[in-house]
């Protein structure tokens, strides 16, 4: 028997991320007669037609290494963004980006500083480097509280991580908030701005340009898995000024993300149509959500992603409703994982799949307040 001693303290009591039920397994367990997957935030309406060509011509050469730099896909994402190619890394999937920044920046003893219900990736990748995790409640409203983020700062804090906008609640820091909390934070600490839904948000008013503001501690996630359809494939990049970049291209692994990732991100990112598509199927599925919720008087959270979260009353009504929900083939996310164990998630889909939503909750009316 393996003698415990050999594990470090916080991998023996780490608990490993849960996913949701994939589809094989609500099929063998509730046998529904159809299927709407609307669990994790993919992208309902798939990915664009280019992947497809793109990838078939990187088999072509897999027997290779891939680009280890992503020279091409960095170059593509650069000239997009009018910005240099050493301001970004590329990796595979943003808790791979997360797990670079963990092993790169940190030190014994050095903490990161984020809300008490966001993304769980991070909290893992953080635990498994030994960093401690000072997380903040969110405000009434299910937002970051900014000003409590930047009080919470001490000596030993490396890091403010904040999902922008957050998984799970929608919610987002506004111009203004962004502008006075990195005022306010001083140079030597890190600010990750986790934009995996960016796509989703940035048009909106008052959501922060994170991107132009200039700052040299400042460092930005975002991904292909959502807008673009390739959480397959396990894709994305971080924006920051040269030296961070640089310090972050030391500690990834060596080859990734893999050739076919690089290829289907590469296609994918220069088909803006296929984009807007995506945006506008969550910007019509999120108005007829909107409208259905507040004719039946459900409480939900606004969202500025391709998802949003119904609040319930108590943590058995929002587990009692995802199991239901389950019955009749709609999947979705119970919270209690992220610590709002009152909540459920819904990614927006076709109108095909909002249907089948809409129709399940009509039958599961005893959780629905009249």
Same mark, same amino acid.
């Given at each position: 028997?393996?003698?415990?001693?050999?594990?470090?303290?916080?991998?023996?009591?780490?608990?490993?991320?849960?996913?949701?039920?994939?589809?094989?397994?609500?099929?063998?367990?509730?046998?529904?007669?159809?299927?709407?997957?609307?669990?994790?935030?993919?992208?309902?309406?798939?990915?664009?037609?280019?992947?497809?060509?793109?990838?078939?011509?990187?088999?072509?050469?897999?027997?290779?290494?891939?680009?280890?730099?992503?020279?091409?896909?960095?170059?593509?994402?650069?000239?997009?963004?009018?910005?240099?190619?050493?301001?970004?890394?590329?990796?595979?999937?943003?808790?791979?980006?997360?797990?670079?920044?963990?092993?790169?920046?940190?030190?014994?003893?050095?903490?990161?500083?984020?809300?008490?219900?966001?993304?769980?990736?991070?909290?893992?990748?953080?635990?498994?480097?030994?960093?401690?995790?000072?997380?903040?409640?969110?405000?009434?409203?299910?937002?970051?509280?900014?000003?409590?983020?930047?009080?919470?700062?001490?000596?030993?804090?490396?890091?403010?991580?904040?999902?922008?906008?957050?998984?799970?609640?929608?919610?987002?820091?506004?111009?203004?908030?962004?502008?006075?909390?990195?005022?306010?934070?001083?140079?030597?600490?890190?600010?990750?701005?986790?934009?995996?839904?960016?796509?989703?948000?940035?048009?909106?008013?008052?959501?922060?340009?994170?991107?132009?503001?200039?700052?040299?501690?400042?460092?930005?996630?975002?991904?292909?898995?959502?807008?673009?359809?390739?959480?397959?494939?396990?894709?994305?990049?971080?924006?920051?000024?040269?030296?961070?970049?640089?310090?972050?291209?030391?500690?990834?692994?060596?080859?990734?993300?893999?050739?076919?990732?690089?290829?289907?991100?590469?296609?994918?990112?220069?088909?803006?149509?296929?984009?807007?598509?995506?945006?506008?199927?969550?910007?019509?599925?999120?108005?007829?959500?909107?409208?259905?919720?507040?004719? /039946?008087?459900?409480?939900?959270?606004?969202?500025?992603?391709?998802?949003?979260?119904?609040?319930?009353?108590?943590?058995?009504?929002?587990?009692?409703?995802?199991?239901?929900?389950?019955?009749?083939?709609?999947?979705?996310?119970?919270?209690?994982?992220?610590?709002?164990?009152?909540?459920? /998630?819904?990614?927006?889909?076709?109108?095909?799949?909002?249907?089948?939503?809409?129709?399940?909750?009509?039958?599961?009316?005893?959780?629905?307040?009249?």
């Amino acid at each position: 028997m393996l003698n415990k001693k050999i594990v470090p303290v916080n991998i023996e009591e780490l608990k490993p991320y849960v996913a949701g039920k994939t589809i094989e397994e609500v099929v063998k367990e509730y046998k529904p007669e159809r299927i709407s997957k609307l669990a994790s935030n993919e992208n309902r309406l798939g990915y664009s037609n280019a992947v497809n060509d793109a990838v078939n011509r990187a088999l072509s050469v897999v027997n290779n290494y891939p680009d280890p730099q992503s020279l091409a896909l960095r170059a593509a994402i650069a000239d997009t963004l009018k910005i240099e190619s050493d301001q970004i890394v590329v990796a595979s999937g943003s808790e791979s980006l997360i797990s670079m920044l963990c092993r790169t920046f940190f030190q014994d003893g050095d903490e990161i500083i984020t809300a008490d219900a966001t993304f769980i990736g991070m909290l893992i990748q953080a635990k498994i480097q030994n960093i401690e995790v000072s997380k903040i409640p969110l405000t009434h409203d299910y937002r970051f509280d900014v000003r409590a983020l930047v009080d919470a700062i001490s000596p030993k804090t490396r890091m403010l991580y904040i999902a922008n906008p957050n998984n799970p609640t929608g919610t987002f820091i506004t111009q203004q908030e962004f502008d006075w909390m990195m005022e306010n934070v001083p140079e030597d600490v890190l600010v990750v701005m986790d934009e995996a839904y960016y796509e989703f948000a940035y048009q909106l008013a008052d959501f922060p340009d994170a991107l132009n503001s200039g700052y040299d501690n400042l460092i930005i996630l975002r991904t292909f898995s959502k807008g673009y359809g390739l959480a397959g494939f396990r894709i994305g990049y971080a924006i920051a000024e040269k030296k961070l970049i640089g310090y972050l291209h030391k500690t990834k692994l060596t080859f990734e993300p893999g050739a076919l990732a690089q290829a289907a991100a590469l296609a994918a990112w220069h088909d803006t149509e296929f984009l807007t598509k995506t945006v506008d199927l969550c910007d019509k599925a999120s108005a007829k959500l909107y409208r259905y919720f507040e004719d /039946r008087s459900v409480k939900y959270v606004r969202s500025a992603t391709n998802f949003v979260m119904i609040v319930f009353d108590n943590e058995e009504e929002a587990s009692h409703f995802t199991t239901e929900m389950l019955k009749r083939g709609v999947i979705l996310r119970w919270l209690r994982a992220f610590g709002l164990a009152d909540c459920v /998630r819904v990614t927006f889909g076709t109108d095909e799949e909002m249907d089948h939503f809409i129709s399940s909750m009509d039958e599961v009316k005893n959780w629905i307040k009249k």
